[in-house]
């Protein structure tokens, strides 16, 4: 059992982290409120970067988690606040 997971742990780990940035992605598309599906891209993001880490690329993990989980994600959030009105993104 212990050889098992010693061999095949990292494809396992591969196939979550992977599965994570796919439903996150769709997540992202089917959410309703705009700020949710910003969230929901940040957190993409982030599970791209932790993809690059398991793949022995950090400085390609670096750069995604910098621009990809956090830049974006505060730049669309900005964005979004200043092209609302107040209490419209609650509906």
Not at 67 to 85: N, Q, Y
Request: glycine share 6%; hydrophobic share 60%.
């Amino acid at each position: 059992m212990i050889e098992f997971f010693a061999a095949n742990g990292p494809a396992i780990l591969n196939a979550l982290v992977m599965i994570g940035v796919v439903t996150t992605a769709i997540l992202a598309v089917f959410f309703d409120k705009l700020l949710s599906s910003i969230i929901a891209l940040g957190i993409t993001g982030a599970f791209a970067a932790l993809e690059f880490i398991l793949l022995e690329a950090p400085d390609v993990a670096i750069a995604e988690a910098s621009v990809g989980a956090v830049l974006s994600t505060v730049i669309f959030i900005i964005a979004l606040r200043k092209t609302t009105k107040k209490g419209e993104e609650e509906k």
